[in-house]
């Protein structure tokens, strides 16, 4: 069989499964990183995935107001002042209330952990993003024709 034909059976990756995939990773890396015992465990794998997935509404929902903030300022016609200002209120409020659930959502994780184990899940989730990061522009890097990386800009 062709390699094209191998590819086309192949699941594709959406953003979402690699999400999901990834945050199991995470589940996996904490128990060693923050030193969780089974018990504490337990805990932090509902509360850690409530984090997460707080943390992905917000985004989701914040990426839809930018969007629309976007489509209103490159458009021909011109949005009066009061719809701007309103559009920019929504984001204001919804960036107030996100702070607010995700830092709720963090508390929640961290009522679990001592001290020590919540400086070290701040160390792991800035690791984590630096990680994805890192994926994320390998998997860009691999997509291009040659698999090269682009110059620095």
Same mark, same amino acid.
């Given at each position: 069989?062709?390699?094209?034909?191998?590819?086309? +059976?192949?699941?594709?990756?959406?953003?979402?499964?690699?999400? $999901?995939?990834?945050?199991? #990773?995470? /589940?996996?890396? @904490?128990?060693? @990183?923050?030193?969780?015992?089974?018990?504490? #465990?337990?805990?932090?794998?509902?509360? #850690? &995935?409530? /984090? %997460?997935?707080t943390r992905r509404q917000h985004n989701v929902a914040r990426l839809r107001l930018v969007q629309e903030l976007? +489509? %209103?300022?490159? *458009?021909?016609?011109?949005?009066?002042?009061?719809?701007?200002?309103?559009?920019?209120?929504?984001?204001?409020?919804?960036? !107030?209330?996100?702070?607010?659930?995700?830092?709720?959502?963090?508390?929640?994780?961290?009522?679990? %952990?001592? !001290?020590?184990? &919540?400086? &070290?899940? $701040?160390?792991?989730?800035?690791? !984590?993003?630096?990680?994805?990061?890192? !994926?994320?522009? +390998? @998997?860009?890097?691999?997509?291009?024709? *040659?698999? +090269? &990386?682009?110059?620095?800009?």
């Open positions: 069989m062709s390699g094209e034909a191998d590819a086309a +059976r192949e699941p594709r990756r959406v953003p979402a499964d690699l999400a $999901r995939l990834f945050d199991a #990773y995470a /589940l996996v890396e @904490a128990q060693e @990183a923050l030193g969780l015992d089974e018990a504490q #465990y337990a805990q932090f794998v509902g509360r #850690y &995935r409530a /984090l %997460l997935e976007n +489509r %209103l300022t490159r *458009g021909t016609r011109v949005p009066t002042d009061e719809v701007l200002g309103a559009r920019l209120k929504a984001l204001d409020d919804h960036d !107030l209330q996100a702070a607010q659930a995700n830092a709720s959502a963090r508390a929640q994780v961290e009522d679990i %952990l001592s !001290l020590r184990q &919540r400086a &070290r899940f $701040r160390v792991f989730e800035t690791e !984590l993003e630096r990680k994805k990061f890192e !994926l994320m522009g +390998r @998997a860009r890097d691999a997509a291009r024709p *040659g698999g +090269r &990386r682009s110059p620095p800009a």
